[in-house]
């Protein structure tokens, strides 16, 4: 019940945002998302106590003819990336304090529907649903990204829209086909653990096609090399916010969904095809490591640096392997607070100064020493340094692909190199040396974006240095989760 | 103590907090005292463990805190392990360390980031203490990038200077550079033996393929070769001399930069099984230690000086790992850490007098002027050439009676190398302190003495270079030499072969009288003839030039590594991102807006199209039916 509760709250938040005058709307959004997360605070909680209490899991009636049911529960990785998305979103809405955005009672709400969708995504236990909720993120996004996005963003976001439609129809085509294959009494289902089972009952050749039936779309979404093109376009053109949902979150549901949605249920496609999604992803982290180096725009940069991490977290989860499967949910934790960390500082550093070009700043470490604290922390968590979140994903990560190859860790691993030689450089460009431009001034941090990044700061340290509770709920999630496999 | 081990760390932590948090509103002197302050007390805690631990039966103790990664089958605790190797290495940091905070509230004063260096400083204690007391690699590696991020800060402390900032951003990229070769061993590491913690691993080692060792030596040893600056990931440290000159004795000459050192000693099973390993550990060594004091020879900043000698320092003690000399080796950390220290501060005092000049060409005479540092550096400067009975001769000769044994060649080569460290320090000390003052009017008129807090760790320092040989006095003399004795429990298969008594005695002269000649020769050339250094590049002869040049390796990197990674980023982004994938991804785009724009016709009522595509459609049929048939 409590996790059809975490599915609507933020739909019935919506509905009264919607209907709130003037910037009193972003006030709600960010009381009604607080709430939010106190709820998911009570359902990390009770599932600690006891992981198989029943208040996590709901389950209606929704279709019957065609098998469909409002099928919902939380496990170990699921509650994890539902915590992500819950802990995120009041930061989100926070950091636009200082952005002044028309029409904002549209605007919070959208953010609200979002987040709706995105918990309904990680929660649905039944394939059907999943692919309503999958859908349904991509609405609210557009529209944040068409409405309030930067310059060309029709075009922008148009390919946007197409390219992650046209995904995700492959999987729905791929889900269609296991669906027709489950057996349950004669009757077919679309419940996730009949998905597994009538999976598994597909030959290897079946299995095979339908792997790229519905890696495609998670393919597409997270993105890795070569599906990525849309997302460095639409993450510089989108409003911070709405780059911030995209990476935070948005991403990890391509992520998540391979766990879920393809690896159990086409095992022998996994081992036919595993090795070739090793190989784009472990590519990927390279080559987008050698683009970030040449931006010149440092939301740009990171644009490709979240290639670069996603690439490192797909190659951990088609290892299959405990350590593999236990980093890429560590590091999708860390990801997505650290990317929103990188992407609120740029947001800082373009309304203070005018610009994102790292050529153009400089000097700033002088003019105000916490954001330069603040910054470099963020940028410590990114580039994995130990005892900094997101180190304990990273070397989980090198470890488990490592035990599948030791080439493809090593030549993933040059991230730990290439990560340092663009982060460090876009830092010394923005934050040392003397200013390249005598006007360029920048005075003290606004309250709400000074929380924000001490907020994150502050996760960044105590989950490097005591990553347990999250860490010990990722394992059983994997351990579940590898069952599955098997 | 032993079980209060964890308050060693702990306090340069809540130094580091203090000063973080409220340096700022402090006074200088209050966070000076609270940042040296702690590393007393660390240092107190420090030798009371060691104490107890020299009168206790049990050498090694774990001492666990929390469980920090768990993972299936891999288990990472965040444990201490309180042993003679590690107790020694608390001394080293803690002592000295504290002696380098004392001189830095000195050297610092007048700096406006008084309180932000401080922060930095302690952090690098705690970081460094956690290197050497982790009882597993991955708590090792967590002080070892520790310590990588502080000298980032701390190279570039001055940040408005973009050269600082380069140097230190190069520091940390080809630290990572062995930070990467360092993390796939310990993964390496658990994959073969299931576990990363040090009991569980060593007591395996002798198990397992020898092939699997060897791969897990070498790829520690490439994380030892970033951290301690071995040939080719050494151009980092003589860059890091823009950081402040205390950064640059506690740093990048008596702690950080022995890391791994630290980390072979630790290892040592594994490069006792692994002949292949020792025998890279042994040749990176000497050739790192060749080649840097080449360099030094003809470097002209005093701070560059030390610095290349540093790196053929280490150089050095790798050499004596390689020849399972581990003991000595870490002798040699020991006293080099004495006199280095010693001799970098003492540089510190001599820029300080001279109002920030390096350059030895700008300096002469200054023994006059500047007595205590004077005295202190010829104290320093003889230890590390060798000449009995100061520290530096004994441990010379402790690792250079093992290369010998093991080979004539690499003794060879060590002997050129310690003669060239004589003659390159000589000449630093001839140019430093004695002829003619070369500086500025008002340079010789600014000339002063440092301050007692300055010159006090540096008397300290002084007694120690000359004293510290008591440590490892040579076993074949009948004297007890504490420091082989105190590591035996930790090397697990040491070197039995023992040298000749008579032999021992040759090689031990010829160090000795070759070490002398040296001296005798320097004396002659920068006494005698007062031969000064040349001052433009131009003049120099051409072997003299490229080694001035440092035999141009930066200029190689740049255009073999950076140049290269650049244009495949560029080329990367303009041509297979943009250009091509996403090229296709229009063009997909475009040829469906094609297809449908055509397709829209059949839609749109006009009677043409209708009557051509019925034609077309017949013929079609027709033709197919035929071809069918």
Redesign the interface.
């Known amino acids: 019940m409590l996790t059809a509760l975490l599915i609507g709250f933020p739909l019935l938040g919506a509905l009264i945002v919607f209907f709130v005058k003037g910037n009193a709307a972003r006030n709600f959004a960010l009381g009604l998302s607080v709430l939010e997360f106190v709820l998911s605070l009570v359902a990390f909680a009770m599932y600690k106590n006891n992981p198989a209490c029943t208040q996590l899991s709901f389950n209606h009636t929704w279709v019957q003819s065609l098998g469909i049911n409002f099928s919902v529960g939380l496990n170990g990785i699921s509650l994890l990336l539902v915590l992500l998305t819950t802990f995120l979103v009041p930061l989100i809405i926070l950091s636009s304090y200082k952005n002044e955005y028309e029409n904002p009672s549209s605007f919070y709400g959208l953010i609200l529907i979002m987040q709706m969708a995105l918990v309904g995504v990680f929660a649905a236990n039944d394939g059907f649903l999943f692919y309503v909720f999958w859908e349904l993120a991509l609405i609210p996004i557009y529209f944040i990204c068409l409405l309030w996005g930067g310059e060309g963003r029709s075009r922008i976001t148009f390919?946007f829209f197409?390219?992650t439609l046209a995904g995700s129809l492959f999987m729905l085509v791929g889900l269609i086909y296991v669906y027709n294959h489950t057996n349950v009494e004669g009757l077919k289902s679309w419940a996730v653990q009949d998905m597994y089972n009538a999976g598994k009952s597909l030959t290897a050749d079946q299995q095979g096609v339908v792997f790229w039936l519905i890696f495609i779309a998670f393919a597409v979404k997270m993105p890795v090399f070569?599906f990525?093109?849309?997302q460095p376009d639409t993450y510089v053109n989108a409003p911070t916010q709405g780059t911030m949902l995209l990476s935070g979150i948005m991403l990890k549901m391509g992520t998540f969904g391979v766990m879920k949605w393809l690896l159990p249920i086409v095992p022998l496609g996994l081992e036919r095809w595993g090795n070739t999604a090793i190989c784009i992803s472990v590519i990927g982290v390279v080559?987008a490591s050698?683009?970030?180096?040449?931006?010149k725009d440092f939301k740009r940069l990171i644009a490709y640096s979240s290639i670069a991490h996603v690439g490192l977290i797909s190659a951990g989860i088609f290892s299959t392997t405990?350590?593999g499967l236990?980093?890429a949910v560590m590091q999708m934790l860390a990801h997505g607070v650290n990317v929103v960390g990188l992407f609120l500082i740029a947001d800082i550093l373009l309304r203070h100064t005018g610009t994102r070009e790292i050529d153009k700043l400089g000097?700033i470490?002088?003019m105000n020493g916490n954001f330069a604290v603040l910054f470099l922390i963020v940028l410590?968590g990114s580039v994995a340094?130990?005892?900094t979140n997101g180190f304990?994903g990273e070397?989980?990560l090198?470890?488990g692909l490592?035990?599948y190859s030791?080439i493809a860790?090593?030549f993933a691993?040059?991230s730990?190199?290439l990560g340092?030689?663009y982060m460090?450089?876009s830092y010394?460009g923005i934050?040392?040396?003397?200013r390249k431009d005598n006007h360029l001034t920048f005075g003290s941090l606004a309250a709400t974006d000074k929380a924000v990044l001490i907020i994150i700061c502050s996760v960044i340290i105590a989950f490097g240095v005591?990553?347990?509770p999250l860490?010990?709920m990722a394992?059983e999630g994997?351990?579940i989760l590898l069952s599955n496999i098997k | 103590m032993i079980k209060l081990i964890a308050l060693v760390p702990l306090f340069p932590l809540i130094g580091f907090l203090i000063n973080g948090f409220f340096g700022k509103k402090l006074n200088k002197s209050v966070s000076g005292v609270i940042a040296a302050g702690s590393i007393l007390a660390s240092f107190v805690v420090a030798v009371a463990a060691f104490v107890e631990l020299q009168g206790c039966e049990q050498k090694s103790h774990i001492i666990n805190l929390?469980?920090?990664?768990?993972?299936?089958?891999?288990q990472i605790p965040f444990e201490f392990l309180f042993d003679p190797l590690s107790s020694l290495f608390l001394l080293i940091i803690t002592g000295i360390g504290f002696l380098i905070h004392v001189y830095s509230i000195g050297y610092m004063h007048d700096d406006e980031g008084f309180s932000r260096f401080f922060t930095y400083l302690n952090l690098f204690v705690f970081f460094m203490l956690l290197l050497v007391l982790g009882n597993n690699y991955?708590i090792m590696?967590?002080g070892w990038?520790?310590v990588g991020?502080c000298s980032?800060l701390l190279i570039?402390f001055w940040?408005?200077?973009?050269a600082y900032?380069?140097a230190a951003?190069k520091a940390?990229?080809i630290n990572?550079?062995g930070?990467?070769g360092f993390?796939?061993g310990i993964?390496?590491i658990?994959?073969t033996f299931g576990s990363i913690s040090f009991d569980n691993v060593f007591a395996k080692a002798g198990t397992v393929s020898t092939s699997v060792i060897t791969s897990i030596a070498l790829l520690l040893f490439i994380g030892a070769m970033g951290k301690s600056a071995q040939v080719p990931l050494y151009t980092w440290l003589p860059d890091a001399m823009a950081g402040p000159t205390p950064v640059s004795a506690l740093i990048h000459a008596a702690t950080m930069v022995t890391a791994g050192v630290y980390m072979v000693v630790r290892s040592n099973i594994f490069y006792s099984i692994s002949d292949v390993a020792s025998e890279v550990v042994a040749l990176t060594g000497i050739i790192t230690a060749l080649f840097a004091a080449t360099i030094g020879l003809l470097q002209n900043d005093i701070k560059k000086i030390l610095a290349y000698s540093t790196v053929s320092q280490l150089g050095f003690m790798f050499l004596g790992l390689g020849v399972g000399a581990y003991s000595s080796s870490v002798f040699h950390v020991t006293t080099h850490a004495f006199f280095k220290a010693l001799l970098f501060l003492g540089a510190g005092s001599v820029i300080h007098a001279m109002g920030g000049e390096q350059d030895i060409r700008k300096m002469g005479g200054l023994k006059g002027h500047i007595k205590i540092t004077f005295i202190t550096m010829l104290l320093g400067t003889i230890a590390i050439s060798g000449i009995p009975p100061f520290s530096g001769f004994f441990s010379k000769d402790e690792i250079l009676a093992h290369v010998y044994e093991h080979s004539k060649l690499l003794w060879v080569l060590g002997m050129v190398t310690s003669m060239l460290t004589a003659f390159y320090m000589f000449r630093m000390l001839f140019g430093t302190f004695y002829g003619k003052f070369r500086g500025t009017n008002s340079q010789e008129h600014h000339l002063h003495e440092s301050p007692s807090s300055m010159t006090i760790p540096l008397i300290v320092l002084a007694a120690l270079s000359v004293l510290g040989g008591v440590l490892g006095l040579p076993e074949f003399w009948h004297l007890p030499n504490w420091m082989h004795h105190n590591l035996e429990p930790v090397i697990m298969r040491p070197d039995p072969s023992i040298l000749p008594h008579d032999t021992e005695w040759l090689l031990m002269g010829l160090a000795v009288a070759s070490a002398a000649a040296v001296i005798f020769l320097a004396h002659r050339m920068y006494r005698t003839y007062n031969v000064l250094p040349v001052e433009r590049e131009e003049d120099l002869k051409p072997v003299a030039k490229v080694i001035y040049n440092k035999y141009y390796v930066d200029e190689f990197f740049d255009k073999t590594i950076r140049k290269p990674?650049?244009l495949?980023?560029?080329i990367?982004?303009k041509f297979?991102?943009i250009a091509m994938?996403?090229g296709i991804?229009?063009g997909v785009?475009k040829a469906v807006t094609g297809v449908g724009s055509v397709v829209r016709l059949a839609q749109q009522g006009n009677i043409g199209f209708y009557v051509i595509s019925m034609v077309v459609g017949v013929v079609c049929i027709i033709v197919f039916t035929f071809l069918i048939k």
């Open positions: 390919k197409v390219y070569p990525h093109t849309w080559y050698c683009i970030a180096i040449v931006q405990q350590q236990q980093g000097g470490r002088g410590l340094l130990p005892l304990v070397f989980l090198i470890n490592y035990q030791a860790a090593a691993g040059l730990v190199i340092a030689v460090l450089r010394q934050m040392l040396g003397e005591y990553p347990k860490n010990e394992e994997v351990k | 929390f469980s920090w990664i768990k993972s299936g089958t891999l991955l590696f967590v990038e520790g991020l980032y570039g940040f408005k200077n973009t900032n380069n951003r940390f990229v990572r550079i930070d990467l993390l796939l993964i390496l658990f994959i990674l650049d495949l980023g560029q990367f982004h297979f991102d994938i996403d991804v229009n785009g």
